[in-house]
C-alpha cells in the first residue's frame, strides 16, 4: 500500500471513532502534551464523567417550550457501535425546572430505555428541530415533581397511571443537549 492510500485509510478510519473515544483520545494527548508544575493527584474526570466533553448544555427557554408544546419527540439514543442512531421511538416528554424529561413506558425493560442509558448518548427530533443530546439516568424527588407534570400534561389519557407508576418512574431520563460542533 502507498503512503498515500494509507493515510486516507488512516483519516478515514479517524473519522469513523467513537465520539467519546475521540473525546478521551484528545484529553490524554492534551495531559501529556500540557505539562503541569506541581501537579502529584491524577487527572480527574470532570462532574459529568465524560473526559473532554464540555459542561453540559441547558435548553433555551424557546426551544422547550416548542419541543414540549409538539408532543412529537423521537429519541434515538446511539447503537452499541456508538456511532450508529437507534430507530426513533416517539415518547411523551415533559419540562420540569427548565430541564426535559421522558419515562419509558415499560420501564427498564424498554429498548429505547437500555440503550439511552447504556450509551448515554444520541438524538431526539421535535418541533421541526433535531438535536444531539445526552441522556441521564434521574433518581430522587426530581420524580414527585417530574409526576406533577405528567399528570398535568396527560390529565384524562388512559395511559397517564402506568407513565406515573413505579416501572415507567424507574426509568425516567433526563435529555440534555449537546454542543452540534463537539
Aim: glycine share 8%; hydrophobic share 35%.
Amino acid at each position: 500500500m502507498s503512503r498515500d492510500a494509507s493515510a486516507a485509510t488512516s483519516k478515514r478510519h479517524a473519522t469513523q471513532l467513537q465520539p467519546r473515544r475521540v473525546a478521551r483520545a484528545l484529553a490524554l494527548a492534551i495531559a501529556v502534551a500540557v505539562p503541569t508544575r506541581g501537579m502529584t493527584a491524577p487527572i480527574q474526570d470532570p462532574p459529568n464523567g465524560n473526559v473532554g466533553e464540555k459542561p453540559a448544555m441547558t435548553w433555551s427557554t424557546d426551544e422547550l417550550r416548542r419541543i414540549v408544546a409538539a408532543d412529537d419527540l423521537h429519541v434515538s439514543p446511539f447503537r452499541e457501535d456508538g456511532a450508529t442512531y437507534g430507530t426513533p421511538t416517539w415518547i411523551w416528554c415533559v419540562a420540569v425546572d427548565g430541564s426535559l424529561y421522558v419515562r419509558a413506558y415499560n420501564g427498564r425493560n424498554s429498548r429505547w430505555y437500555q440503550a439511552a442509558i447504556r450509551q448515554q448518548a444520541g438524538r431526539i427530533t421535535a418541533a421541526g428541530m433535531t438535536r444531539e443530546v445526552r441522556f441521564e439516568p434521574v433518581e430522587g424527588p426530581v420524580n414527585d415533581r417530574i409526576d406533577e407534570a405528567y399528570r398535568a400534561k396527560y390529565q384524562g389519557s388512559r395511559y397517564l397511571a402506568p407513565m406515573v407508576g413505579d416501572g415507567p418512574r424507574s426509568a425516567t431520563v433526563r435529555i440534555v443537549p449537546r454542543d452540534s460542533g463537539f
